[in-house]
């Protein structure tokens, strides 16, 4: 567990301002994943990528943007932040031919 | 399409019951399926996956290819068990796991 954290851990943003949450493995893990967790939805994935520089979209990317310019790091960015997606965020990474992910201790955002 | 289905959303039990999480999916070829816990407020947890076929705290799951399902058994709740589980699914040529939308387990004592 010890080797994907996130910041920041908590925010509260306004309507309208772009977030940034960040997602660090020391794992070495060439996948990395990140997911909103809502009541009724489970969890969904916003974007992933599968090596530096190399992203792509899931299910719900509308609103979120990311980059990974080293192996260790996946950022995800609200580029204007809206009250829908208020959620809980989580990283996840694994290694390539190993399907099994691991997950990061998520981010609650509040956006006002 | 890969779809993953837990049709309850809160199952609650006594202490000592048997507990079975239902999991069914759809996809055309041979998944590989798991179940992940979340215990309150933390991160997702791997509990099994079914090619391991291992019993973690109790728990087994059985892929029935006729039936669909990934269904999560246990013969004797622990109040500890009190967490939200998610199924999941991978096929062989993706690279994403698709997760069902959770159950949520509660042991009372």
């Known amino acids: 567990d010890a080797g994907i954290t996130q910041s920041p851990r908590h925010k509260v943003t306004e309507t309208g301002t772009p977030v940034t949450l960040r997602c660090h493995q020391t794992e070495n893990h060439r996948y990395m994943y990140w997911y909103r967790q809502d009541p009724g939805h489970g969890l969904r994935l916003i974007h992933y990528s599968y090596g530096v520089k190399d992203t792509d979209k899931g299910e719900v990317s509308d609103g979120y943007s990311v980059s990974r310019s080293k192996t260790e790091d996946f950022l995800l960015t609200l580029e204007s932040a809206t009250s829908s997606q208020t959620s809980v965020y989580f990283c996840?990474?694994?290694?390539?031919?190993?399907?099994?992910?691991?997950f990061g201790p998520g981010t609650r955002l509040l956006v006002l | 399409a890969q779809r993953v289905t837990q049709p309850e959303k809160l199952l609650s039990v006594f202490k000592g019951a048997p507990v079975e999480l239902k999991c069914n999916y759809s996809?055309?070829?041979?998944?590989?399926l798991f179940w992940y816990v979340q215990y309150s407020r933390q991160r997702l947890q791997l509990l099994l996956r079914h090619i391991s076929r291992e019993s973690i705290k109790g728990f087994t799951a059985d892929l029935n290819k006729g039936e669909t399902s990934f269904h999560l058994k246990k013969p004797f709740a622990q109040e500890e068990d009190s967490a939200m589980y998610y199924c999941?699914?991978?096929?062989?040529?993706?690279?994403?796991?698709?997760f069902g939308t959770g159950t949520r387990l509660q042991v009372f004592p």
């Open positions: 996840a990474s694994r290694l390539a031919g190993e399907m099994t992910q691991y």
């Open positions: 996809y055309s070829g041979s998944p590989e």
């Open positions: 999941a699914l991978s096929g062989h040529n993706t690279d994403k796991l698709i």
